[in-house]
């Protein structure tokens, strides 16, 4: 798992255990215009994905959050430690899911974080803030299928105010906002614990280079975090000034849908930004290649001495799949063979036989057939083995 914290001093990366975020605002308002840069914004902010809510009246429990939206408002308090506010999101076996809980101005306690899978009373996840002002965040590649539930709670009898963000890495999350290769976009994260999600399409032919810029007057920093198909973090990088641009480079390990998270450091304030994607060397497609099709066909011949069918088939399949043969004769179907088949490319021949005594003519269907994309090709032969 990758989480990330920023300290006042520096930036500290992690893959292997779950950070707090603390607050990075602070003043620097010499190094700033050192480091400002000329920026020319589109003409209104993008569309993001990410959607502010207020909770419902205290107590919060059991309340639905989908991917992109964030709870924040007068109605996300926490005023005692037995106080409990709960959300709930549905989620899948393999998905990875980021969540991200933090407080309001001025936090008078500490702010504690768990998430639980369905049906399981024992936390997946569990952790509080150290410093009061500092969020918790964490990347949870999730088992079971279901609702999983987030519980918010607080170390100490006081009212504090609480933001609290989900966002799905992968696959990638459906309100994330499609990038264009070499066309700025414009967008602003607005309230704590809030985040972007942006996607596009990374090939291994390519190095990528994931730039974005804070506009005028950014009080707080600006970072992004890059995840490839499988929700793995690829890249992660914030600005210590808050004028300074931040850029990553990325030569894709695999072909496919890349997710871009833009959050405020210490996620404890508003900036707004310029984001891009650009091919930096090689050759970038902008979008997956279609797959090639499957191929299937049987040649079918019977040697009526010996009773034995002789089925050669040719197989070829982009994907791997799993291999159906029947046999249908006297209007009957007899299972004949279900194998697993690896991706194929080029096709191959496969021959396979069968004892069979004389039935007249017969056929053989065979299918390919993946578990998502159910059959995607499948061959029909017939052959005559004379009269039974």
């Given amino acids: 798992m990758f989480n990330r914290n920023i300290a006042l001093q520096g930036l500290v990366r992690s893959r292997k255990m779950d950070l ?83 407080p309001g101005a001025s936090p008078p306690t500490n702010l504690c974080l768990a998430l639980y899978a369905p049906g399981n009373t024992t936390a997946i996840f569990f952790n509080c803030n150290v410093v009061y002002a500092s969020s918790i965040s964490t990347n949870q590649k999730l088992t079971v299928t279901g609702v999983y539930t987030a519980v918010a709670t607080e170390t100490s009898d006081a009212t504090i105010t609480y933001g609290l963000s989900v966002e799905r890495l992968s696959p990638a999350p459906p309100d994330g906002i499609p990038l264009t290769l070499a066309k700025n976009v414009t967008g602003e994260v607005t309230t704590p614990t809030a985040q972007d999600a942006f996607t596009f399409y990374g090939a291994t032919s390519g190095t990528y280079e994931i730039g974005a810029s804070p506009t005028a007057d950014a009080q707080y920093n600006l970072c992004l975090s890059v995840y490839q198909p499988d929700g793995t973090n690829v890249a992660f990088v914030c600005n210590v000034v808050y004028a300074a641009p931040i850029s990553a480079e990325l030569t894709p390990a695999e072909s496919g849908t890349y997710v871009v998270v833009v959050f405020v450091g210490g996620d404890d304030g508003t900036v707004g930004y310029n984001l891009e994607v650009s091919c930096l060397l090689g050759t970038c497609p902008t979008k997956a290649p279609p797959p090639p099709s499957c191929a299937l066909k049987d040649t079918v011949t019977y040697n009526a001495t010996s009773g034995i069918l002789t089925m050669n088939f040719t197989v070829g399949t982009p994907v791997a799949a799993t291999w159906n043969g029947w046999l249908v004769y006297q209007n009957t179907m007899q299972s004949l063979w279900s194998q697993a088949q690896p991706i194929t490319e080029p096709p191959v021949t496969v021959t396979n036989t069968q004892a069979l005594a004389k039935s007249g003519k017969v056929g053989v269907l065979s299918t390919l057939t993946t578990p998502t994309g159910g059959i995607t090709c499948s061959s029909w032969a017939q052959v005559s083995t004379g009269k039974p």
């Fill in 20 to 102: 707090m975020r603390i607050s990075t605002r602070f003043s620097l308002p010499l190094a700033a215009l050192l480091f400002a840069v000329v920026l020319i914004p589109s003409s209104a902010w993008a569309k993001t994905g990410s959607v502010t809510k207020n909770c419902p009246t205290e107590p919060a429990q059991n309340v639905p959050i989908a991917s992109g939206e964030t709870y924040f408002g007068t109605n996300c308090v926490l005023y005692t430690t037995g106080d409990v506010d709960s959300f709930t999101f549905s989620a899948s076996a393999g998905d990875t899911w980021t969540l991200v809980l933090g």
